[in-house]
């Protein structure tokens, strides 16, 4: 709400939660309130004033949000209880409850994620903290987390608009920042036990292309003026922070109008040589499809859209990266010729002919990687990358992309890259033990083979 310069947020029985602004309102959740719902959420931020909430008569209370101070205000009536919060006035004392203890054991517990150099923090009702180094869980040596405790916790951290779309979705993402420390990417449900959430560290600093051992060929296609440039991997997999540090060259290199559309932002780029418009779901937006609509009429250069999450999306990507822009885009698959499949198979069978054409002329490079547990500690990426030359471009068109890899092997010098060869690369190199680069292999037979031929040790296949 601070962030939006609206009015006020509103909650009211049989309408979505809305921000109001010079009394225009703008829904901000999908489905309608009911009376329950609202008097519930007043509730769980009231603190002392909880006990006269839902009791028939006006309440008001001062609350201390992530974003500001605001005063929240619940009136009953005829029709339901309908309740505002407003940001508390300049100058004006806001009476409620300090929530400042509870952020700080949360940003206690977030400091020990970075200190630990761990990359996500778990948190469950009744169970004490669980870390994930080097991909692996571990849990903390600390008391479990009560639930009522837990729904404190991260309604300190939440800011308005986030604890109503918790209350009524059931889940919620946003960004959260410990000014010094890192940013954390963070998500919060329920289970049968209560509360969850998940705390990702996102790097207050971004890591340079070369940093990331990202090829010549991947960062020249920063320096294209249009296309379709797609990120993809599994979760956790680094898909941000590598086109975090695209981004960054973009920023460093170039002097163009650079428009990215995240759920929620999480890397920051400061303008360098390039203008950066970062905007965010469900705070700057209401969606990727509405912002990435809006983007063509803010005059962009280069547009990053976090995820092609539906098939709007995705057509409105493809048609901007034809009509000359530069679009990265991310999808959850594992390889580069699924990828292509993915984006296909999201159109209807009579518009999937035309697509695969649009495709084929606007698709630039895909870069599909995977982390690794790294010998000695740590992780590191491997690389899968398809780079668009005329043989790649007629599969597409043809529909024959099952024969991809086939091109990607023998056009090595292009810099195309198989997800096996980057993963023989890293055992070679010492970098990564055969049987954790076979269990990240995407065609492990063939895998299986490269081992042996080049006599690695292949004793946990279990094979005589």
């Known amino acids: 709400m601070h962030e939006q310069r609206a009015d006020a947020l509103q909650l009211a029985v049989g309408h979505p939660a ?37 009791g028939g008569a006006p309440v008001s209370f001062g609350y201390h949000s992530p974003s500001g101070e605001v005063q929240v205000e619940l009136t009953p009536g005829t029709d339901g209880s309908r309740a505002v919060v407003r940001p508390a006035r300049a100058g004006a004392a806001v009476k409620g409850p ?31 903290p669980v870390l994930r180094r080097q991909g692996e869980l571990v849990r903390e040596q600390s008391p479990p987390i009560p639930a009522e405790r837990l729904e404190t916790l991260l309604r300190s951290v939440m800011s308005p608009k986030e604890i109503a779309e918790y209350g009524e979705a059931g889940d919620t993402d946003w960004a959260y920042e410990i000014e010094g420390l890192a940013r954390f990417r963070c998500n919060a449900g329920r289970d049968r036990h209560g509360a969850l959430a998940v705390f990702r560290v996102v790097p207050t600093t971004v890591r340079t292309a070369d940093e990331m051992g990202l090829s010549r060929e991947v960062q020249n296609l920063c320096y294209l003026t249009k296309g379709l440039v797609v990120v993809t991997g599994p979760t956790g997999s680094g898909k941000s922070t590598t086109l975090a ?27 360098k040589q390039c203008l950066v418009t970062q905007r965010q779901v469900g705070l700057h937006t209401r969606s990727f499809k509405n912002a990435l609509r809006a983007a063509l009429r ?28 530069l679009v990265f885009g991310t999808l959850h698959t594992t390889t580069a010729a699924s990828t292509v499949d993915r984006i296909i198979d999201q159109f209807p069978a009579d518009r999937q002919s035309q697509v695969r054409v649009m495709l084929s002329e606007s698709l630039r490079g895909v870069i599909a990687q995977t ?55 890293l055992v070679e190199g010492k970098q990564v033990e055969p049987k954790e680069a076979y269990m990240k292999s995407v065609e492990k037979t063939g895998f299986a083979a490269a081992l042996k031929a080049r006599r690695h040790d292949t004793s946990f296949l279990g094979e005589a």
Not at 98 to 109: Q, T
Not at 116 to 128: C, I, K, M, N, T
Not at 245 to 256: E, G, P, Q, S, W
């Open 298 to 325: 803010e005059d962009p250069d280069i547009i990053l859209v976090g995820e092609m999450r539906d098939l709007e999306t995705v057509s409105i990507a493809i048609e901007t990266a034809e009509t000359g822009h």
């Open 371 to 425: 982390l690794c547990r790294r010998i000695g500690g740590g992780r590191v990426a491997a690389r899968e990358i398809l780079l668009s030359i005329p043989a790649v471009s007629n599969l597409i068109r043809e529909g024959k992309t099952f024969q991809i890899p086939s091109i990607m092997q023998t056009n090595r010098k292009t810099g195309m890259v198989t997800l096996n060869d980057a993963l023989m690369e």
């Open 98 to 128: 300090d929530r400042s203890e509870a952020r700080g054991e949360i940003d206690g517990l977030l400091r020990l994620l970075v200190e630990a150099e761990a990359s996500d923090l778990h948190l469950r009702s009744g169970q004490p």
């Open 245 to 271: 540090a695209l981004v960054d060259l973009i920023n460093r290199t170039r002097t163009d109008h650079i428009i990215t559309i995240e759920d929620p932002i999480e890397f920051v780029h400061q303008s």
């Open 18 to 54: 809305a921000l109001l602004t010079s009394g225009a309102a703008r829904a901000i959740t999908r489905d309608a309130l009911s009376d329950g719902q609202i008097v519930g959420l007043v509730r769980e931020v009231a603190g002392p004033e909880a006990g006269k909430v839902g």
